[in-house]
Structures are given as C-alpha cells and as structure tokens.
C-alpha cells in the first residue's frame, strides 16, 4: 500500500504557485492528502510526519526549488518514501537536472503504473557545529552573496509579477562586482592540497545547474557518489561578467582561472568571514581560517522515475486526446 501526499507552497513563484495548484487539482484522478504551508522548513515537518506509518509514501513538492529542497530534507534516509516534484517557482534548477512531473497527466500515469523511483546522492556541508544539506549545489562566495542579496529584496517578488524572476540575479550580479571582496581559499581532499588567491567563488555541486539555468558543472552526477567543486579566481571584474554569460553554456571551463575537482569530499578554508549558501538558502559566514567539511552522502533519498517510453506514451495519449475532442466539437 502506498499513502500520497501533495505539499503546496501557496508563495511560491510570487504567489502564482497556488492559481497553478488550483488548475492543476482538477485533472488529477487518485486519491491524496493535501497539505499547503504557511511558513518556511513547514513542508520538512510535514514530510517527517508523513513517512512514520509503516506505509511506502509518495511525497509531492508543489512549489520552487525551496519547497524541493525541505520535502527533501524531510524524506532524507527514508527507504519507504519516494520524493516527487512539480516546478511552480521562478528558478526552477531543481527540474533540470531531476525528474519533475510537467503534466498532471503524467503524474496520473505515474500513480497508476508501478511507482518506479531511483536512489539519489546529496550533498552535506558541516561548518561551525551545523549541518547544511543540499541535492543542487552549494557556494561560498560571490554565488552566495548574490543569493543572499536576492532573497532579501523585494525586486526578485516585483519581477516574478512579470515572470521575469529570474532576472533578479542578473541584476543582483552586475550590482554586487563593485562591492564584493575577493578572498584566499585552500581546497583540501584526501589526495590533494591546493591554495588559490583572488577568489571569487567556490561551488560545490551535486548536480549541474545553479542561478536560474547557468550550467556551473557540467558533468555532475546525482547518482555517482562524487561531488565536483569548481573555483573561479584571478579574474577582473569585466571578465567575471564574461564568465557568466558562458556559465549558460557550460562552456566556462574552457578559461585557465576556472578550476574543477571530483571527489566525495572536500575541506574548504577562507582567509576572512565570506557568505555561504546551500540550495540558494543563507547558510551562514565562514570563519576564517576553520574548517568547511563537505561530503557526499550516497543515495540518501529516493525520486520518482519515468522511463522515456513513459513519457513518449503519455505526450501521444495527450494528442490523440485533443484529437478526439477536436472532432467531436467538429
């Protein structure tokens, strides 16, 4: 037996999250236990209190890479629960390089037919006696600083009005080259040691995509057990700007002041107090010259998992659909 329950963050995407879940309810045809939240880390607490029955559980995320991000972190070491997620936020990272459900047909589908799902990795980041866990990416440095300056500004909420969110960490890049102080970080794993000058960032990634799209590491894996860390130093203001427009492309690695490294885990240490973020969400400062410990933790948690051939049948059961409909009306 498997319980469902839909989580739907009414804030997400500037409120037009909910108008979503409104149309979106009506085609679903199974049976579900709806819960909406009304505060942030909300949909953790309701994720842990979902999975202690003895039942398999499917827990859906209605809402952005936020709302993701905690049903997550509820289901974590959970082998009976299977994380599903429908983007309704403005970022939307967390759909590129997951599996997220785009239809509710498709979700129908999935509910009916056996509920295949795949162990994923994520990331933890152990600093200052906390824990921080993220399945995208995590960043000290000039990424952080622009999450941080994003998530507490109402332009991110005026834009997402228009659709044009994602514009807020444009905006919130360009602004922050005057004012942000490059840093000195030494990098340490098991076999290796280095130390780089000037830094403008360090992202360490579980999967590829950050910032609303950029392509930051382009050959992640969220099933192979390792994380990448990729380093940008050296580099003038002008250059930075360079660099980002490429990060689309993930073609940024080309440049001799873009470092990247695989393994399960890394030591990061700054010279000075330097934001941190996971997910996008403030994790803090560091505290120069201690410790930032990151590791993978292997196939923590489980997602839903729709073959190709799946998704192939349900687009054709949609068109052929829409072509009896057609022709009833004619």
Known sequence: MMDITIIVN???????????????????????NLKITSHPKQATELTKECIQTDNHHLVIAFGGDGTAHEVIEGALGCQKCIVGVIG????????????SFKTANELNHYVRSFPKNKAMDAGLLQADESDYFFVNNAGIGFDAYIAFQV????????????GLGKLSYTYYLISSLVTFKRFQLTVETTEQFFSFQNVWFATVSNQSYFGGGM?????????????????????????????????????????????????????????????????GEFAGQTIPNTENQF?????????????PLDVSSI???????????ESRIK
Do not use: C
């Open 10 to 32: 009414p804030a997400a995407g500037n409120g037009k999250a909910l108008k979503r879940w409104e149309a979106f309810k009506k085609d679903l045809d199974f049976s579900y």
């Open 88 to 99: 309704a936020g403005s970022g939307n990272d967390f759909g590129r390089g997951y599996h």
């Open 151 to 162: 998530n507490k500004s109402s332009i991110k909420k005026y834009l997402n009005k228009f």
């Open 215 to 279: 392509k930051i590491s382009p050959t992640s894996n969220t099933t192979d057990g390792l994380i990448e860390v990729t380093i940008v130093h050296n580099l003038s203001r002008l250059k930075l700007l360079l660099v980002f427009v490429t990060v689309f492309f993930g073609k940024h690695t080309k440049f001799k002041e873009v470092h990247q490294f695989k393994a399960k885990n890394y030591i990061l240490t700054t010279d000075r107090k330097v934001f941190r973020h996971t997910d």
């Open 295 to 307: 590791t993978v933790q292997e196939g923590i948690w489980r997602i839903t998992n729709l073959d």
């Open 315 to 325: 687009i054709n059961d949609n068109k052929y659909a829409k072509r009896e409909n």
